[in-house]
Every structure is written in structure tokens, then in C-alpha cells.
């Protein structure tokens, strides 16, 4: 019996390479990562997707994390006209002005302390949420927080995979 390959895994497997690198780089903005896992077409089934991914992710090294999460905008503030982080931002919707005045002030610190925006996926998280995560994760060290921010980043890549495979339309 042969299984049915989702319509966004099909899209993914048979599209032109501008094509489908435009579509992973919606996933994850590290070109290493969209190149490698580009490369690996097609794909019989999801787990293959999600386990290349997997790896491309393992195999970035830091400066590959660092276009990866560049590509992403501080919590509290989702690029304008961008649905996918709005999505996954929801859960600062009607969040009180003073929380996320504390939210705006913990990400400037954090980018100062790290150099980069405070990376978490957010998806299904609520505003108190980020916010603690923000607060325990600031006193990190830069090497534990790369760590952290890595482990973030194949979370959100997977939500987007997923999402990706499951399209139904281009």
C-alpha cells in the first residue's frame, strides 16, 4: 500500500529551485539550512522532510544560527504584513500596554546582552509566558543561550514545515 504524499510535500518536491528555495526560506532564513535541506529532494514522506531538516539545523554553525535568527522579529513586534509571525504571536493579543512595554524593554537588553533578538516559539505560549522565558533566559551564558536558542529554532522550523507540507495550495 503506498502511502499519500501531502500536497505541500509534493509542491516542495516537484517545484523549481527558486521556487522551493523561497518556500524553505519562509521555514528558516539560514541559506546553509534551506540549501541543504533543497538538496535532499524529493521526499517520500514527512519524517524524511522533518529528520533533513533536523540535521541541516545540527549542521549550522554560528554564524548559520545567527542568519537563521535574523530572519525572525522580536517577540511583541511580528513584521508588518507577515501572517506567520503574527501567528505565532498571538498569544500577545490583548496583552495589557505595561506587559508589553516590560516584553519591548526585556528585548532590547536581551539583543544587547546577545546580539540577537530573544528566540522562542511562541506558538500556543501566552504573553506571561514569553515574558518569564525572557526574564530566566537573559541571565544566561552567551554559550548556554545559543544552546537554548537553537533547540527554539528547530521548534518553529517544524511548526513551519509542517505547515508547509500540509498546504493544500501554492
Known amino acids: 500500500m503506498t502511502s499519500r504524499v501531502p500536497p505541500g510535500l509534493a509542491r516542495l518536491n516537484s517545484a523549481d529551485q527558486p521556487a522551493v528555495a523561497a518556500l524553505l526560506h519562509e521555514v528558516c532564513a539560514a541559506g546553509d539550512w534551506v540549501a541543504a535541506v533543497a538538496a535532499g529532494r524529493p521526499y517520500a514522506d514527512p519524517a524524511r522532510l522533518y529528520a533533513a531538516a533536523e540535521a541541516a539545523l545540527a549542521a549550522l554553525d554560528d554564524a ?58 511562541a506558538t500556543g505560549l501566552g504573553a506571561e509566558r514569553m515574558r518569564d522565558a525572557l526574564r530566566a533566559r537573559i541571565g544566561n551564558a552567551p554559550e548556554r543561550e545559543r544552546e537554548i536558542a537553537r533547540g527554539e529554532l528547530g521548534k518553529i522550523n517544524r511548526i513551519r514545515l509542517t505547515r508547509l507540507v500540509e498546504a493544500e495550495g501554492a
Open 64 to 121: 548559520g544560527v545567527a542568519e537563521a535568527m535574523a530572519g525572525h522579529p522580536p517577540i511583541g513586534r511580528p513584521k508588518p504584513g507577515d501572517p506567520v509571525s503574527a501567528r505565532e504571536q498571538r498569544g500577545l493579543a490583548g496583552a495589557p500596554e505595561a506587559l508589553r512595554t516590560e516584553l519591548l524593554e526585556l528585548n532590547l537588553a536581551y539583543q544587547e546582552r546577545f546580539g540577537h533578538v530573544f528566540l522562542i516559539c
